[in-house]
């Protein structure tokens, strides 16, 4: 029985640190390397949420021009959106953002 237990615990071990360290390599940390949408006071522009990683966040809205965690609605006026030929929808720092890659 004791072995059992001593198995079972081993196996939640390595399921919790594979979890971990997989949603933390894919998150883009490094600034230098990507560039967010910002407003003029630098706060991210049409982004909303917290997030661990990519998949937790999506484009939302009427014209899907709000990177978010969650459903966000919006009137349908038009307006500008991030290129998305430029720029993706994902998380950075652990927020929900529009970014690109910088060009080295």
Known sequence: MKRVIAIIL?????FFIYFYFSTKTSQKQDSNKTEVLT???????MATGNCNQDTDCFPSGCSSQICANHEVITTCEVVEIPEKETYSCGCVENRCVWYRDRKN
């Open 10 to 14: 081993l196996i939640s071990l390595l």
């Open 39 to 45: 407003n003029e006071k630098g706060a991210p522009l």
